[in-house]
Structure formats: C-alpha cells, structure tokens
C-alpha cells in the first residue's frame, strides 16, 4: 500500500565507529543524569517517612494520576493557552517514548519500528503530529516568557528554560525535517545525530533544573496526602512540625524538587497581590534551595536565611496555590508545617499571637470574651438546650456566640430551623473548634479543645451538627479526627439547599454576587448549594474571581486575631471586586468573610447590602416569631 | 469598749483624701469608746494641723528621721512600736498602694491577718469585702487578743466632716535604726511623655462612626479634657483619618482596660468591644437602642451624640467644681 | 540566681460563680482552673531573669499549696520553663487564714534559700494581696510589692515599682528579698508543646502540708458569701441630654466611683 504521506527517514546502518560514539555519548549522559539525580532521589529518600501516609485507597490516586497527569485537566483549565502548549509538549514527550527507544536501538540494529511497515509508518505519523504541535505550543511558550514576561514567572529571564525550549525544539524539529529527507542522504543522518545530540544534553541537564518535573511530578502527583490541606499528625515527643532540614518529610522533599516555577500559586496568593512578603513559590523554592545546601539532616532553621518567618506568618490558608499546583504540590501542610516548627516551639513571637494562644488555653473562646456572654444570647433568642432528643445539634462556633453580626445569622437560622419544623438544640458550653490554633501551628492547644470538645459531644449524646461558619465544619469534620470520631456536620448552605423548596423568594428580586468562602468552596467543593439560597433574593451574578477562583477575604489562618495587615487590605481589596460587580446585595456564607467585609464596606455609604444565606432564607418567613428580635 | 487606731496617709503635703474616709470608718467602729489618729514622717506638722480640722480627738504625731520617705522597714517598726504603746483594738488604715505594701507584714507580726479593702463596716464588728473580682462579698470577722487590721476602700465611706473643738496633739518617737531599712527608694517619676498612652489611661473616650464627620471631633475633645481622658476611637474613625491609628482600641488595635470608658457614637463590634471590654466601669452613648455596644455597659444613654457629649461636657466640669 | 515562684490555683474568672450551700464557700464542681494572672506575670519575670542570666545555672522553682487539682497548673508552669515544683497538698486551706497558708508557703521556701521569691500582686478569687508581704516577713527578708520589673545589679536588685496616679518609683533591695509582681509589666508567654513534652521529665515533688507546720487557728474568719445587691445590667439613663448627663455624672461619681 502506498501512502501520499511523508515517511521518516533513518540511517540504514551505522559503523562501528558510530555505535562507539554513540554508546559512549549514551553512558556519559546517562552517567551525568545519575551524577546529579542520584543525590536529588537520595535526598528524597533521606527525608523522614511520612507518618500517617497510606497508599491505599489506591483508586483514587489513580484517578488523580490520570486526571491530573495523563490529561492535563489542571494544566489546561487553570492557564487555557499556556496550559494546552504545555499539555501538546507532555503528550508529545509521552508518544516519543517509543520513537526514542526505538531510535537507540536502531543504532545496534535492534529497531523495532518500522518506517516502512504499517504500524511503524502509522506510529511515526502520528507522533509527527505531536512533534507539530509540540514545537508550535514551545515557540509559543517561549515568546510568553521572554517576550510576553508574566509577572508570576518571576523578574529575571531564565536562561535554563530558554535553553531547554530550543533543546525541546531541535528534537522535534529534527523529528519532523526526516520526513522530508531520504533514508541514504547525508541530512538524514546528520539530523538523525543532532537529535541524538539534543537527546543526550537535555538528560543531564534535567535534575539540575526545574524540567526534573518530567521525572518526579508523576510520583508527586500519585504520592500526594490526598484530600485537601491534609495537615499530618505529629509522632512521638520530638515532632515539632517543620523545624530544621531534618524534620522534612520525604513527601515534602520530593514536591519542593518538583516545583516547575510556574508561578500558578503566587498568582492568586491573597497576600503576595496585596504586596506582602509571601510568596508560595518562594516557600517551596526556599525549600528545595535548603535541601541542595544543607540536606535532609541539617539542624538549621527552615525560617530564617531560606524562608522568612514573617512571610509565612502572613498566609491565610485560603488554599489557592495547593489548589492551582499542576505538579501537586499540597503548599498548605508545608506553610501550616513551618508555622508549627516555629510555634511549637515558641520561637514565634507576636503580641496578638500570643494573646490568642492564652485565651485559648483557657479553654474558651477565641475572642477572650467571657462564656456568660454566650449563655445571655442564648436565653434572649430563646435557642433550645441539646439534650440528645433534638436531630441537630447547632454549633454557634466563637462567631456566632459573641459577634454581633454572627449573632443575627445564628438568629435567622434558628428562625428557619423552627419554621422548617427541624428540631434541634445548642450545646450549653462550646469550647472554639481550635481552627485558629490549628492553623497557626499550635498544636497543643489544638489538641486541647479538640480532644475537650469531642468528649463534651459525645457526653451530649450529639450525632449531627450543623454550623455557620466553614471554618468550624472543616476543623470539626477534618482536623478533630486526629483525636477520635466527630460526629456528622454540614454547613448551613448545605441544609439550607436541601429545604430549598419550603423557603420563599423575596418579594423584591435584586442583584446579588455571592463572595465563595475559602473554607466552603476549594476546601469543602461546595459552590452550588450556597447559591441555590442565594438566588431567593434575586438573581446570580458572578464576581471576576469565584467559585474555586474566589479570592480570600483575608480572615482564614487564625489572621483575624493577629491584628493589623500590612499594605493593602487583602478584605477590602474583594470587597471593592464585589460591589464593582454592580449587585445591590453581597451574599455570604462564612462570618469571617460578613466581619471582613463590614469593615471594608463602614465607611462606603453606597454600599451593597451585606446577608449571609441564612439571612436571605429568613427575609420571607414572618416577622414575629419566638425570640426574634434583638441579639 | 473599742479603742480604734486610724493612720493617715499623706500625698504632696496634705492628707490624702481616702484617709478621711477611714477616719469616718474609724469613727463609726469607736462607737462609745476612744479614737487616736496617727499621722507619720519626719516633720508631720502639717499634718497634724489638718487631722485637727476633722477631729476632736486624740492626734499623735509619729516622726523619726528614717521616716523621711516612705520604706516598708521604716513605717512598720513606727507602727509596731505605737500599736504597742497605744493597744487600741483595731488599727484602720485607708487602702492604698502604701497600706498594701507593709502591713500585712504589721499585721503578721501581731499573730494576724489585715482586712483589707473593706466597703462596709456592721455591728459586730462584721466587715465586708469583695471577692471574685467584684461578683461575690464576704463578711469577715476577727478573733483573736491581738489588735484588728483592716484598710477601706476608697468611696466606701465619706470625708469626714469638719470637727469642732480642739484635738489633742502628742508625738511619740520610735526606735528606728538605720540597719533596719533594707530598701533604697528614688523618687517617684512619670512615665516618659509618650505621645498616647492608652494603656495606662484611668479614662478614656472612645468615638465611633456616630461621630458623623471629624468636624464634631471638637466636642468630644472637650469632653476628654473635661474628664482628664485619653481619646481612643474604633477602626473606621482611624481609617478615615480622622484619628491616628495610635489611637485605635479593638482588635486590630490596642486592648485597654481603665476605670472609665465612654463609648461615643460606637455601636459595638466585636472588632472594638474586644479591646476595652476589661474596663471597670463603660458608658455608651449611642442613637440605636439595639446597638451592641449596651451590651457591655454598665450606664447607657440612647441619644444624639452632638446632643449629649455637651450635656455631658456641661455636667463634669459642674461635679469637678 | 535560685529563684522560688509562689503560684495559686483559681477559679478560671470567666466561669459564673455561684455560694456552695453553707454559704461560706463557692461550689467548685464543673468549675475550670487556671493559673492566678499575676502569678503568671511573676512566673514570667522569673524565666526572663534566668533567660537573662544566661548559663549561670540560674533555677526557677514554682511553688503551689492546695489539692490534687493544683499540680495542672504546676506543670503548665513546668511547660512555660520552670526547672521544677513543689506541691504543698492541702485539702483544707479555705480554713486558714493568710497567715497560715504563708506559713506553710515559708516552711517549704526556706530548705530552698532562694536568692529571690516571687508571687503575684494578688489573687483573682480572694485578692487580698498579702500573701507576698507575710512571707518575707516571716522569712525575714526585704520585700517590695506591686513590681513591673526587676533588673539583678551588684548589690542585689533594683525594681521598678507602680505608683498611684501614673507615678513610678524605682527600688533597690539585697538579695535575698521577696516581691509581688504586677501584671502587665511583662508579657506572658504562651505554653508550647515543646515546653510540655520538656516538661515531663522535670520534678514535680508533692509534700504534705501537715508534715510542714502546726496550724495555729486563723484570726480572721470568712463568715458568709453573698452576692452583691447591684446587678451587672445596664442602667439606662433617660430624658433630655442635659437630664441623663446630670444622672450619669451622679452615678458616675457615687456608684461607680470612676470620676
């Protein structure tokens, strides 16, 4: 059969001379790769086990491999243009897996696919058609470096990647030019060496780059902690967190030397667009430039000349740059990891800190205020006692007990609850859920109120809980299982959602843009319910950034109690994005994020209305009904 | 019968004014029996010369050379050694930060214990004090041969009133050695001048957004002044400029707890009630009944803040008369 | 510098109190402890000196008396840095006085011969404020009270003492000497897990305190608790401006006596 397509040329035989040279190219090459990737894999492995890591269940790692990896979802859809180029490079890489074992072995007469055989030809074609879009996304990222210059991909121009991009692009270009040359001309084999040639430099260059991503980020990725923000427990009396070099994990080693530099996470860091001194690349970076110097087994400070403390202190767990890593670096357990090396040790000093940790350790609340404060509350709005009888248990959290806007979404939440016909009752004493602790790193006064509350639930015979506030249900329903078995929770977006169809719109419909909790949405991946409660006021409109682009309000991480920010307000600045939006009501679903916001909005007279969803579930129900009035 | 010992406390050359008050406490607990007043430094004159305005009784005058400023060592040797000569029943001394540093070592060396910062005095004697900070009272009594210690709290009982007749006045000079005075005292001192200082503030005045625009500031500064207080203001204010951050009370700013708080046109946010939640006595003034703020205070005022600051203004400088 | 730190256990002040049914005590059960504020502020003066004093074998010893109870809060002090405690266990100290429990403080001060000893100004349930004052004159040892800080010189100590009004008084006394620490003149530290797990291998020796000293009855009785007639609501003021200025100005003056 004859094809009018083009078919690969090759040498047809090589001398001795040329095998010699080639398998000398081959050893010195693979020799170099070693050289530099045997130290990076053994620093690797160095690392502390990771504890409480289980491979199972597998199948979902699996599906995240093929997902993540074999797919590119994340690539793609997070950065479209620049993230298709890229997936056009891995695919092409991953079809020219054979056409490269197929080229070394030619050289030995050992070929085993034929350009002139059906498979052969057909196989080659088609990975000519990779090798095309290969070239064409690398030019395209090439020009977007070192022309376009993105911001996130750092002020000065890398050689190293400009580098690799012609490396990238001679294989393919060198691939593709045989097609158009016979098999016993010079070209072919002079071509059929350049790609040699490009072959054997660009695998030793891989482990002294970022491009060793082609190597680990398929571990990295199927390696993971799983879920999401997974904070690992810490084992045995001198376990820290992440103290000195010898407190990493291997987990940790192998995803700061599979960092890309793609700058996805400091693109929608909350803190580095406000111009503060975080920047999660740099974490992670900072990382792995301690491990190149110093190793897995050095007694120095992680923060202090890698890492700066007070960069890190300014994170607020919003999950962005975990969410958006293409390589499947989890940025939170390590930033939650630094800050625990630096408070579990009481190396971090800060006022407000500090003062938090103490009211905490009293065992109350996070704001210091006096628990009868809670008590008055609760009698005023007349909130049933839990006794075990009632299906919920309805945990105020220390927003709900003593803030006043938290308060009034407590309030129209019991309304509903009542209306609805759901029985339930508030625990007579909440100790905080530790969230702030946990976040911060202090994990002895976390361990404290979790392992307090979990015996106070059990006591009170609680099996369901529902909850205001995003915050309380991921620390209840995640980080308490450290410490043994909480009870079932859901945010009240979730049960608000499923009664739906019993709550009335409001009679006036206006616009309403609803702000995604960090907590709520990439934590909890709930992006629907909350805006299904929302749409009873009017309708949907979206900010720029929202669902798992929402971007933070700048309360989450326990920075709600370290006092003033630095530079621009990380809450004000998303606030200004909601109200250009133009709706005449902002939704809420977290009293972090209402607090935050009632702040950026006092001194805006033209100001959105401010609801969370409980209040809009409310507005239709009628007025006078048993403790409503007054918080 | 009671024979009642009362010491007196000097503050820049005149008698404190507390010390009165634990004249009228003295007084009330002599009944029918007698009543010394003690007056103690190196020239006490002065003092003993005013004690004569308000009492018709006994006045020693203590005096010694190591007396000059006052050490723990010093004033109790004096007092140990008048106790013994006078035996009075009980000893009442006013509750001061002085009192409170030596004689409960007094107290011990006579086998017992002081009273301290008693608010009332009933037949028994019983005395009352406040426990838990304020949310429990106790009665107390004593027993005992020894002399009974105890020290009143301020605004707990009157002045003593002007006295007619003549005191009698004697002195009495203890034994001191200079051996015996162990401490070293400078001269007391004011904090350096900071420009705000609300953390050792005995009143602030706090303003909020109620304030309306900074150019009602005026009245509350009037107000301030007036009231011998610090300004404070919740965030909003400082954001907008018309405060200096320093002068921000909440959570982001400074936390104070001093003995008057006057919130003005603040509606109580958690952001702010944090920070001045601890203070012993908070005032709010505010438009909205349903203000948050009335939750944490003690005295509330609903109305228009351009209204009553002056009002208020008006009504300290008449008490200050 | 050995320096002994006096600590008591109390009542956590956020927790409602309510007179136990003989009516001369609180009712303890489902109350939370904590360690006495000033008595963490005195803790925390003590690690700063010995922070300060770098290697020089500096000792922090803390020092409770009460029940089973109290040893949480001596190794909550163990945790924030003390080297190690003594536990005076005693069931009964609500039926002695200020003397008597300084008394059994000193019997178990003294084998120590501490070049300092710290307590806290006062306590947050009886706040009497004297337990400090009696224990140095019963160990016959200089003392100050109401102290922000304290700076070790040649000739001992130089502190800098509160004053009413805003004043300040700065003191100079020879070790060994005893004072009362103020709160706020110092910021406490938070405990950390570091300091916990330390503190697992730091002594914690329990004495009995009949074996230390006879009691002599108290002289001074707590007869009776009763709550305070005025409740804690808000007294709203009304009328004109110029009305409810007049009232809270009186009340200002008379009942809360904050003017």
Redesign the interface.
Known sequence: MNFAFPSLAEPQHFSLAEKLLFSTLALASVLLFWRRFGVVLGKILHSKKDPGFHLAPILPRIRDFVWEVALQAKVIRQRPAAGLAHAFVFWAFCAFVLVTLNHCAAVFGLGFLSPDGYLGRAYFLFAALFALACAVGILGLFVRRFFLRPKWLGEKLSWESGFIALLIFALMATYLAAFFTADASPSTRALWWLHTLALFVFLPILPYTKHLHLVLSPFTVFFSRGGFSRIPP?VG??D?GLVAGDSLTQIVSLQAYSCVECGRCTEHCPANNTSKLLNPKQVVLGLRDYLNDLGPASTEPLLGKYNAQQAVFECTTCGACEFQCPVGIEHLPILIGLRRGA????TWED?????L??NL????NA???????R??FIQRQQLPIFDGTQEYCLWLGCMGS????GREIVADLARVMRHLGITFGVLRKEKCTGDPARRLG????FQQLAEANLEAMAKNKVKKIVAICPHCVRTIQEDWKEFGAPPIIEHHSEFLARHLHQLQPAQNQEKIVFHDPCYLGRYRNIYDEPRAVASLAGTIVEAPRSHERSFCCGAGGGL??L??ESGERIGQVRAAELAATGAEIVGTACPFCN?MF??AF??DSAAPQLLDIAQIAARALPVREPGNG?? | MNNVLVVLEQRAGRIARIGWEALTAGVQLSGAGSLTVAVLGTDTEAQATEAATRTSGKIVRVEHALLAAYTPDGYTAALEQIIQSESPTHVVFPHTYQVRDYVPALAARFGTVLIGDVIAIESGPVFTRQLMQGRLNGNYRHSGKGPCFLSVQAGAFAAAAQAEGAASISSFTPVIDAAQIRTRPSEPFRAEAQTVDLGSAQTIVGVG?GIKSADNLPLIEELAAALGAELAAS??IC??GWLP?ERQVG???Q?VAPRLYIAAGI?????H??GM?GSQCIVAINKDP?A?IF?VADYGIVGDLLEVVPALTEAVKAAKQ | MKIVVAIKQVP?R???VRIDSAGKWIDESDL?F?MNEPDAHALEEALLLKEKSGDDGSEVIVLSAGPERVATTLREALAKGADRALHILADDLASRDALGVAQLLAAAIRPEKPDLVLTGLQSEDLGQGQTGVILAELLGLPHSTLILHVDKIASGIEVKRELEEGWYQTIQLPTPAVLTIQSGGN???????????RA?NKELRAIAAAGLVSTAPPTVVLEKLSLPQRKKSTQMLEGTPKQAAAALVEKLRTEARAL
Request: hydrophobic share 30%.
């Open positions: 810490l009396d001198e820290f408070v579990n040790t009481g006022d407000h800190g500090g003062q940790f103490l350790e009293r065992g109350s704001l210091g205020i006096s628990p009868s404060e008590d008055k003593y803030d006043p806007k202090n994990d002895l006064v709600a109690f006092g003033e607090s009632r702040d006092a001194a007054g918080v | 957004r965030r909003p954001d907008a951050m959570s982001s700013g936390t509606s109580g946010a958690i952001q009630t944090v939640k349903d948050p939750e | 956590d956020d927790e409602p939370q904590a910021k406490l530290r938070y405990a950390t897990l570091m300091g916990i797990k697992k």
